[in-house]
């Protein structure tokens, strides 16, 4: 049993150890932080100056990390760069033979169109009578024009011997040459035969048989239809293969491999000049 005294006295000293315990704990507490603080202002400064393990071995993975992806789009580079110049240079090359290919092509259209023309020429020369005086009187003036010395009179190119008055032609002795000979064929054909008609003239004989019928193809005994892969020949050049994609009247369109369309006129396969063939490859 105590008195108020004693535990008032006890209790003092209970609040005085506490006391002493808190400051202990505040004391240790302040000292702990400095520590900690320094340690990590150390750890800063190693960081900084590129000393601290913590640091150097995440910067060499990323080192080397880097190094693998800069190789890689060096690599990548230089396959789009060589893949680009493959692509140009096989657009170039079929740019070339497309222009080869329609260059070849207008060169025997031209050449059928003029043979056509001359035959057509062949042909009125022998079916229709152009009198020799026709022909002398354009010889004449001819000759009138070229002669330095004859006068100057204006005088009409040609005129038809009708009665007065007269139609003057101011065209070339060539062109009133070319009509005259249409307008003697038109009255030979719908009037009397006047003059005895010389043979026909034979036309040419065609080498291949070839004609078009409903969208489809006749070609030495074969049909060939859109859609068919065929192989082109011509003399003195490599075989193409193609893919018909329009059969008309007169004309065949077909598309090479490397994307250009051409054509070939039926004449030209009639005469040989093109022969074709199914593909079975």
Known sequence: EMDDEDCERRRMECLDEMSNLEKQFTDLKDQLYKERLSQVDAKLQEVIAGKAPEYLEPLAALQENMQIRTKVAGIYRELCLESVKNKYEC???????????????LYDTVQSELEEKIRRLEEDRHSIDITSELWNDELQSRKKRKDPFSPDKKKPRFSLTFPRPYIVYMLQDLDILEDWTTIRKAMATLGPHRVKPEPPVKLEKHLHSARSEEGRLYYDGEWYGR?????????????????????????VWFKRPDGSKSKLYISQLQKGKYSIKHNHN
């Open 91 to 105: 657009e170039i090359q079929a740019s070339r033979q497309h222009c080869e290919s329609e260059k070849l092509l």
């Open 227 to 251: 859609g068919q892969t065929i192989c082109i020949d011509k003399k003195d050049e490599c075989p193409t293969s193609a893919i018909i994609t329009t059969i008309n009247h007169d004309e």
